[in-house]
């Protein structure tokens, strides 16, 4: 089931130029980490699929070391290595990268309140609320012991 999880995400050309720049274990107090590739696999995952840390599977490891390893990265610099190790290696400048790493808005989900509806779409038996104004105004009167 590992290899069905793992195949294609991160090739054996990639890992080259990627595993040059992953922190070293040596000299690092503790238990040594898990595998940096398969752990950046197990974040790949995580990300591609849009799925929380606690449903990263097993194959990846535990997702608290997942979690806590993608957490350092973000923080030590490793990713911004990781970046400029790929950019090197593919010859690409900055706008280059840009290009390839922008957003498509076409893909990206708006918040249901973000999409435009008026505020009193609201029907009057609060059976279609959304959490706009008047499901906030009945919390508030529930917290202030109003019926």
Do not use: C, K
């Not at 980490?33 to 490891?61: M, Q, V, Y």
């Not at 973000?74 to 593919?90: C, I, K, L, N, P």
């Not at 609201?122 to 009167?141: F, P």
């Amino acid at each position: 089931m590992a290899l069905m999880l793992r195949d294609g995400v991160i090739s054996d050309e990639l890992w080259e130029v990627l595993e040059s720049v992953m922190p070293q274990d040596v000299g690092r107090p503790g238990r040594p980490w898990n595998d940096h590739r398969t752990t950046l696999e197990g974040i790949i995952w995580r990300f591609r699929t849009g799925s929380p840390w606690r449903d990263l599977p097993d194959a990846f490891g535990p997702y608290q070391s997942v979690w806590q390893r993608h957490r350092l990265w973000s923080t030590d610099g490793t990713y911004e290595r990781m970046f400029a190790a790929v950019r090197e290696q593919a010859g690409l400048g900055g706008d280059d990268v840009e290009a390839i790493l922008s957003i498509d808005s076409t893909i990206v989900r708006a918040h249901q309140h973000a999409a435009g509806a008026r505020r009193d779409s609201v029907t009057s038996d609060d059976t279609q609320d959304t959490g706009g104004r008047i499901e906030l105004q009945e919390i508030s009167g529930r917290a202030r012991g109003a019926a």
